[in-house]
């Protein structure tokens, strides 16, 4: 079975402050890991992913995390909030199947301050 | 720009009514995926598809809800009768079998009186 957690429902920072998202997921085996945004009244979009490739993934929009094996983790960062960054995140894993089957954490709204 | 689609965005029905939400995946995705969105609950997977063969249904109430695929461009989701504690966004997301990445639609924001 696969879990994630999020920690940290809520975060708030001040424009132009490093964002630091955090993921911890569990896997039986080697995961795929995904972050992805939802703004108000829309669906999630696709922020960045991870399929064993390089460790350090860069995505949309200046978002990038980085995959520690040993740690278990996969936390999103950007160095520089913007306002338009204000969103909910969400960590998903998959793995071990070819299905597509996703798990969700759930999800940590971000505030950013001017 | 491919993307899912969902009819209707918003739908208001009573308590007892049916309901019959659409997704239409991208072309060429062979799996597809029913979500429900809640404050409560966060983001459920209720079932999903397959080469349009259900594949996993288990977090859907059986009683009331059903979810098909007619063919290759269609997903439903249906519930009947429909019950207040249905009021949710229902999100359709489809996909390939590589990566296992998904692409969601706008949603369906459902609200039973």
């Known amino acids: 079975a696969q879990s994630v957690t999020q920690l940290g429902s809520h975060v708030s920072v001040s424009e132009g402050a490093l964002v630091l998202l955090r993921c911890n997921y569990s896997?039986?085996?080697?995961?795929?890991l995904f972050w992805y945004v939802q703004y108000p009244n829309q669906g999630l979009q696709l922020l960045l992913k991870y399929t064993s490739a390089a460790t350090l993934v860069k995505g949309i929009n200046g978002f990038e995390a980085e995959f520690k094996k040993s740690e278990t983790s996969f936390h999103l960062t950007k160095p520089s909030a913007h306002m338009s960054d204000a969103a909910e995140y969400f960590c998903a894993v998959a793995g071990g199947t070819s299905y597509g089957k996703l798990t969700f954490g759930q999800g940590t709204i971000l505030t950013v301050h001017p | 720009d491919a993307r899912v689609t969902q009819t209707p965005r918003d739908k208001v029905t009573e308590m007892g009514q049916e309901v019959t939400m659409r997704c239409q995946p991208i072309l060429g995705h062979n799996t597809v995926f029913w979500y429900r969105q809640t404050m409560m609950q966060g983001l459920e997977l209720l079932a999903y598809?397959?080469?349009?063969?259900?594949?996993?249904d288990s977090g859907m109430p059986k009683d009331r809800f059903s979810a098909e695929m007619p063919d290759a461009t269609l997903a439903t989701l249906k519930i009947q009768p429909s019950e207040p504690r249905d009021s949710a966004v229902y999100f359709c997301a489809s996909g390939t079998s590589a990566y296992n990445e998904q692409f969601f639609g706008p949603g369906t924001r459902l609200t039973v009186l």
């Open positions: 598809f397959r080469n349009r063969a259900p594949l996993d």
């Open positions: 896997s039986s085996v080697p995961p795929y």
